[in-house]
């Protein structure tokens, strides 16, 4: 006699893992990053919520996984958020130079950037990463009422950057060594980052 189906959620396999990581991708880029929740994925892909755990460990982590990137940014960003403020700029750019500069970070990272300019979907799903992962993590660590202002201005310089070096290799900035960067890009990460007395968005 033939046994019946196994019902309930399957445990872990090589090919649950990426039946996880299908839905994932799948349901990011349809609902955008904010509305996707670990406990949506488990159960959309029918596994528990405990396995999608183990193996990616939070959001940002599936996240990066689901669009295969080496080295996820807002994983990386929060290893260096703890310290002093003063030398945030510091261990951010050190942090963006280090990942940037091994090609198998590199590579997956130019592909998502270089697929949300083509595609909207990815583009909103980039967007949002960035905001609520980046921006605003580092608006809360600096604190200040200009907060959000001044870690977007900070994002933007750090984009400019990778944009300019590692997507698009304008020289002579795509060959300068890390140190000649750093000398050039802190003061503009450094102001950025500081508050603006009796600026107009401060009392905002």
């Not at 872990?12 to 994925?41: H, K, M, N």
């Not at 960003?77 to 280090?98: F, H, M, N």
Request: glycine share 6%.
């Amino acid at each position: 006699m033939n046994k019946s189906p196994r019902r309930g959620r399957r445990t872990g396999s090589p090919d649950t893992r990426a039946q996880i990581l299908d839905v994932a991708r799948r349901r990011f880029l349809a609902e955008g990053y904010r509305a996707v929740t670990l406990r949506s994925v488990a159960a959309d892909a029918g596994v528990d919520l405990a396995l999608v755990s183990y193996y990616f460990g939070s959001k940002k982590g599936l996240f990066g996984a689901a669009l295969a990137l080496a080295s996820n940014p807002a994983e990386q960003l929060a290893l260096v958020l703890e310290g002093d403020v003063d030398t945030l700029p510091d261990r951010v750019l050190a942090q963006v130079l280090t990942i940037w500069a091994e090609p198998e970070n590199a590579t997956p990272l130019r592909a998502m950037l270089g697929g949300a300019a083509q595609d909207p979907a990815l583009a909103v799903l980039v967007n949002e990463v960035l905001q609520r992962e980046m921006i605003d993590r580092i608006a809360a660590r600096i604190g200040g009422q200009d907060a959000r202002r001044r870690a977007c201005e900070f994002a933007s310089q750090l984009a400019g950057l990778i944009m300019a070096r590692h997507v698009l290799r304008l020289e002579p900035l795509a060959s300068l060594p890390a140190d000649e960067i750093a000398r050039s890009y802190l003061p503009l990460l450094r102001h950025a980052l500081r508050p603006r007395t009796g600026a107009p968005w401060a009392a905002r």
